[in-house]
């Protein structure tokens, strides 16, 4: 039977564990400026792979409507991804509209970052209040292979420092690692950003409906990647109160 949920109520559903429902996450667009192996591979989505019309996308309004919905059920989190978020023209004035919705906390955004250098300024202005950016590796041969021979890390980096230069403060950088591709290139990437509040994670390389060809082999375990971080950087045993 399916369950309904009055959008008066006060205190959010909760999943199977629980947990209250506090973030939503919406897809504003399912094209992509790069073909990452793991996500969007050339193979399965080539330059003339079909992708939703202008039409069929939601209109901005609707996106608004939708989120008023879930934020009177509880949610107090918004997640913009996509595809590439940015690739979706007017993202800015979304952002604003999603702003003005009562009991709003947080409005965050996923990219691959290359596209921030001519949007940051206009997302922080308009009410953006996080980032995240997907960077696997500082090795250009690498990068090139992992965006699908369409990104330089160049432009990665160009992205954050616009987002910092706009006023985003601690950016969150998402590394999909994987075995005899990038998982060498890990602590390169931990220095590079060592100090400058930005915070570098590890994602599992998943299974993504079979689209990615998967194999478990390529896995990296997180106490593996625990144990080399912390052969270059000891880690301090955690404080007891």
């Given at each position: 039977m399916t369950r309904i949920i009055p959008l008066n109520l006060v205190e959010a559903p909760r999943d199977t564990m629980a947990r209250p429902l506090r973030d939503l996450r919406i897809s504003v667009i399912d094209r992509c400026n790069f073909r990452c192996p793991y996500c969007m591979p050339?193979?399965?989505?080539?330059?003339?792979?079909?992708?939703?019309?202008?039409?069929?996308?939601?209109?901005?309004?609707?996106?608004?409507?939708?989120?008023?919905?879930?934020?009177?059920?509880?949610?107090?989190?918004?997640?913009?991804?996509?595809?590439e978020p940015l690739l979706r023209r007017e993202l800015p004035q979304l952002v604003?509209?999603?702003?003005?919705?009562?009991?709003?906390?947080?409005?965050?955004l996923t990219t691959n970052g290359v596209l921030l250098p001519r949007f940051a300024?206009?997302?922080?202005?308009?009410?953006?209040?996080?980032?995240?950016?997907?960077?696997?590796?500082?090795?250009?041969?690498?990068f090139r292979k992992l965006s699908g021979g369409r990104g330089e890390v160049s432009e990665v980096l160009a992205g954050i420092a616009a987002a910092e230069e706009a006023g985003f403060g601690q950016i969150k950088l998402n590394c999909v690692v994987m075995r005899?591709?990038?998982?060498?290139?890990?602590?390169?990437?931990?220095?590079?950003?060592?100090?400058?509040?930005?915070?570098?994670?590890?994602?599992?390389?998943?299974?993504?409906?079979?689209l990615n060809r998967w194999q478990g082999e390529?896995?990296?375990?997180?106490?593996?990647?625990?144990?080399?971080?912390?052969?270059r950087w000891p880690l301090r045993p955690l404080e007891r109160n």
């Open positions: 050339e193979d399965q989505f080539a330059d003339d792979a079909v992708f939703l019309s202008k039409n069929e996308r939601l209109r901005f309004e609707e996106i608004e409507r939708i989120a008023r919905a879930f934020v009177a059920s509880g949610v107090r989190k918004l997640r913009l991804t996509g595809g604003s509209m999603l702003r003005g919705i009562p009991q709003v906390e947080d409005i965050a300024a206009a997302l922080r202005a308009a009410g953006l209040m996080r980032l995240t950016v997907s960077l696997d590796t500082l090795d250009e041969p690498t005899c591709v990038n998982d060498g290139q890990v602590l390169d990437l931990i220095e590079r950003f060592r100090g400058t509040g930005h915070i570098v994670r590890f994602i599992e390389y998943m299974d993504v409906g079979t390529l896995v990296v375990p997180s106490a593996e990647l625990i144990e080399r971080i912390a052969s």
